[in-house]
T-cell receptor
Framework: EDQVTQSPEALRLQEGESSSLNCSYT??????LFWYRQDPGKGPEFLFT???AGEEKEKERLKATLTKKESFLHITAPKPEDSATYLC?????????????FGQGTTLQVKP | EAQVTQNPRYLITVTGKKLTVTCSQN?????MSWYRQDPGLGLRQIYY???????DKGDVPEGYKVSRKEKRNFPLILESPSPNQTSLYFC??????????FGDGTRLSIL
């Protein structure tokens, strides 16, 4: 059964303190791994898609990496505006082509 | 502006009173989905549609209905809502081989 586990559940950082969020996944065949950002009262906002082990994507202070079993979202020198819940999701090669299996998210708080 | 629009954003209702949550997208996307988000359970797919008149069940379809008569619209219907359907609902759409775009959610409370 496809499964996605994110850790930690919550993370508090000081502004400028770099860290990483983890997403471990179990899937029979990976079509894609997705990172989303969710702000309170809003829907998930797309950040990155990763398709194969070794792939990396960057956007401003965020960098996502992928191995065969997990993905990391590295946050370099975070700012308070980076505070949000970060969701990881996988799409299986089998099954319906629209479904994403989501982890429960990591809630990041960055203090000034 | 490209967007997925859900209505209503908030609704408090009572058990058994039929309700419909509308979802509309202006990106001409083929694929549309409904998810619910619950604390400790994350986002789970309820139903999805690959095109007009093509719909199928997701992981938690019990108690819900959908229809896709037009490409842009994908309403979620609760024919006889129950308290266990109290949740935060998201509609999403995407083009082939593209990531999903989500609406801003509908918070349903069923008393």
């Amino acid at each position: 059964e496809d499964q996605v586990t994110q850790s930690p559940e919550a993370l508090r950082l000081q502004e400028g303190e770099s860290s990483s969020l983890n997403c471990s996944y179990t899937v029979s065949g990976l079509r894609g791994l997705f990172w989303y950002r969710q702000d309170p009262g809003k829907g998930p906002e797309f950040l990155f898609t990763l398709y194969s082990a070794g792939e990396e994507k960057e956007k401003e202070r965020l960098k996502a990496t992928l191995t065969k079993k997990e993905s990391f979202l590295h946050i370099t020198a975070p700012k308070p505006e980076d505070s949000a819940t970060y969701l990881c999701a996988v799409q299986d090669l089998s099954g319906n082509t629209g479904k994403l299996i989501f982890g429960q998210g990591t809630t990041l708080q960055v203090k000034p | 502006e490209a967007q997925v629009t859900q209505n209503p954003r908030y609704l408090i209702t009572v058990t058994g009173k039929k309700l419909t949550v509308t979802c509309s997208q202006n990106m001409n996307h083929e694929y549309m989905s409904w998810y619910r988000q619950d604390p400790g359970l994350g986002l789970r797919q309820i139903y999805y549609s690959m095109n007009v008149e093509v719909t199928d069940k997701g992981d938690v379809p019990e108690g819900y209905k959908v229809s896709r008569k037009e490409k842009r619209n994908f309403p979620l219907i609760l024919e006889s809502p129950s308290p266990n359907q109290t949740s935060l609902y998201f509609c999403a759409s995407r083009a082939p081989a593209q990531p999903q775009h989500f609406g801003d959610g509908t918070r349903l409370s069923i008393l």
